[in-house]
């Protein structure tokens, strides 16, 4: 296969992935089975082996992902159900104070957005928004920015949220090493894009809140759980994982001798087990000795699955489209190509992601076509754990760049601060943008010590 017809293949699949999904509106998942489909056919593979393919993407991909967006879910359910968003959106303006309260905000979004989805933890938190702007006079995108750059910076590369585990299962990186590396990465990004962002934004646009919005009650303790508590339950499943991760390497080295202690701390901070942990501490804690019935807890648990199912579908097709490349020999010889271009894997990725993202809109969708692409292509390079780790960051940035009017999160934006397009356009698609950008440059500044 020449690099011509390589380059053909490749470009021409993306090109009916997106007319697929822009133009004749079909799901993702379907698009992308499809696609997959056709770069089995086009580059000559048996169509029996096409159906095996798909059969050992889905299968291969789904075992982990079902399972860890699944438990993410429902752990996530708990906490938005239990008051436990606002609860810690409270105590941070308190002990940041007013003046320094965009602070407090970011801080919010990026903690809150650990186990709670974008969308559903900026409808949460928005009424302190708005009454941080009745208060204070300032502009709302004075605060709603640095919770909204929180809220993003997390969402797309901190695990367990559903992008990030996507696409380090479709490329084989720990989850241990993304979690460390979307934190590091991660804080200087939600500064620059929130704090730093939303002064400079807030003096150019003065939006007025809702006035017709009742002020958020003050919270009770006795009612909402503490700081502490939500706190330590969002920390419980990352630092299990993180242990996972350090051990393994520390027996892989030799640092530490394998024992049953090691096996029991690697087996404890596997994704499977710190997520059934935290979920069953999280249910107890937020949920039963709160007095919620077991007909309620169950209910919050099903309503969960709902919107999680829909990405891990997504994601299993994702897994499907790279198994093709692998099989069909276009991974390698893609490969084999890139390793005499100048273009490091990192800034690929980036480039793939944010090409399908600004082209169609949805972030999953990016991060996964452009995982599923540059899958065949790392294994190849030989990457260590850390460079894995950093291309999910590269990916997740890349997906974030130039949210626009083909993105339902612009227009969630857009109506909750009574923006209109072009507002949206100059404070929240700038914001995206900046984190895009910052995610690639610290990406590659990281890729020069690992």
Known sequence: ?????????????????????????????????????YVG???????????KSIQEGMAGTLGFVATVVGLGAIFG????????????????????????APWAMVMTGFIVAIPVFFDVGFIILVPIV????????????????????????THSFIPPTPGPVAVADIINAQLGWVILMGFILGIPTAIIAGPVFGKYISQKIHLEPPYNEDTPREFDTKVYPS????????????????LNTFTTVAVSKGIVKESVFTDILEFIGHPFSALIIATLIATYFLCIKRGMNKQKILDLSTKALGPAGIIILITGAGGVLKQVLVDSGIGQIMAESMSNSPLPPILLAWIIAAVVRVTQGSATVAMITAASIIAPIIIEFGLNDPQRALVVIAIASGATLLSHVNDSGFWLVGKYLGMNEKQTLQSWTVMETIIAFCGLIFTLLASLFF
Request: hydrophobic share 60%; no cysteine; net charge positive.
């Open 130 to 153: 708005y009454a941080l702007s009745r208060d204070t006079k300032r502009s709302l995108l004075y605060y709603a920015i640095p919770l909204l750059a929180g809220l993003a910076v």
């Open 77 to 100: 359910q708990m906490l938005e159900s239990s008051g436990g968003a606002e609860s810690l959106a409270d105590y941070l303006v308190k002990k940041f104070g007013k003046e320094r």
């Open 41 to 51: 056919i086009i580059s000559g593979m048996p169509l029996n082996d096409i159906t």
């Open 1 to 37: 296969m020449s690099t011509l017809y390589l380059i053909f293949t490749i470009l021409s699949a993306v090109a009916i992935l997106l007319f697929m999904v822009l133009k004749l509106k079909i799901s993702a998942f379907i698009a992308l089975l499809i696609t997959a489909i």
């Open 227 to 242: 700081f502490r508590l939500i706190a330590i339950i969002i920390s419980i499943p990352l630092l299990l994982i993180l």
